[in-house]
């Protein structure tokens, strides 16, 4: 288990982009954790410190957290591989699907115990009496057991799910269950995602949040979108002009260097002038990049919009410890890819977007979602989708699957378009059409979608319902359910 560095970012900053009431409340909130929390420590434990939405919220939460004057750390597991993939079969099976197909049994309790046993060791080392720990996602659900005896009040929050229970989830409910039953209070970012053991007075629901601050999310200028792609050459027809300069998340200056490789196999980059399809995620199946390729197939088999170019961009798979399966979806990408009729492949772009430096990794990724025309979120299942409300905030028009937390992020026809059968391309095909076809109706979705995001998903309102979650363990009265 190791440590997270965090630097205290000012709260004021987030104050200051809310709207009046908004920007008071938050700042009551701060007052009133200062006074009740005291000298103790918010622990916050998860498997990665970069890649995926759980370490990226991680980052900035705490980071105004401490701005606050709130003591919070962040603490992350260490694991073997044997580990991360039964991990990782959890995760899909929660989600309802299979995954793997493999067991969850003896053998793999005696894995999934033995990792934590070792991590367990050094977090009873750190925390004190009447500290929190916050354990996220399945990963931490071993830990919940050896805390019991230290006096700390423990939450688990768990960021994926599944609406309606199936077979799957029963089965990763079962392997959970057993860790999981005498925790103080678990967190969900759907009411439904909770299983039918878990009592309602110890369930919380808190939906996620973007940092509008981050180099994934700040406003950047056309020039500035330009020069940043240009210099990870994803557009051909911009030349680089020197080294981009951003704003790093603990406010120090960062320096774009120029890259070139992150296109697979080498192959040309879209133009500049092209309208862009974006879709960015981890490459997971849950995502179905290979079937946003094929949505994007039909559309173009129809003839029309033939300035189109498809965009699937996601980490570079070593830089993310936690999911084992990231490379065989990038190569189940590629093969599909390079099937296509070359006329149709050299529209369609993979990006590995290299993780050695994470805030130039957020730069990258915020540059593609403002010059997309359009970004898909295509996702077979999804606790919540933090790349569709990065992209909302952008002000882009967002098609996405109807499954999830996405039903509560997006209103249909009014801050974007939803996907009722998520395995169904031609489906999505008519949605990019739709958006494509009609200019007004791309900008009208486009300028709903970012104030959705600044009245319900932005960080102030995450913190909010934290404070309230925390002083109701500390007063040892029933949280708020939502």
Known sequence: ??????????????????PPDQGRSLLEEADRARAEFGDRVIWHVNATA?????????Q?????GRGAGIENRWLVLDGEPEFFTVTKRIHNLLHGEPGDGGPLGAAEHEVFERVLADNLTTLRTVVSPGDIVMLHDPQTAGLVPGLQDLDVHVVWRCHVGREVPNECTDLAWGFLQPYLEDCESFVFSLAEYAPDWVPPGRLVVIPPSIDPFTAKNADLDPETVEAVLAQAS???GADPDGDVQFTRRDGSTGTLWRHTGLLEDDSEPPPLDAR???????WDRLKDMVGVMDGFVRLAQTGRHGDTHLVLA???????????EGAEVLEECRIRWQALHPELRRRVHLVSVPM?????????VNALQR??????QKSLVEGFGLTVTEAMWKGRPVIASKVGGIRSQIVHGRDGLLIDDPHDPGELAEALDRVLSDPDLAARLGRAARERVLADFLGGRHLEQYVELFASLVRGTEPQGD
């Not at 862009?276 to 981890?282: A, D, F, G, M």
């Not at 996601?314 to 084992?324: E, H, L, M, Q, R």
């Open 356 to 364: 050695e430096d994470v805030d130039a990794n957020a730069l990258i």
């Open 276 to 282: 862009l399809i974006v879709q960015v995620s981890r």
């Open 1 to 18: 288990m190791r440590n997270v560095p965090v630097e205290p970012l000012p709260l004021q900053r987030l104050v200051d982009i809310l």
């Open 234 to 236: 994803l557009v051909s």
């Open 60 to 64: 900035t939460l705490l980071a105004y």
């Open 50 to 58: 970069q890649g995926g939405g759980v370490a990226e919220m991680l």
């Open 371 to 376: 010059h997309a025309y359009v970004v898909v």
């Open 314 to 324: 996601g980490p570079a798979t070593a830089g993310v410890s936690d999911d084992p």
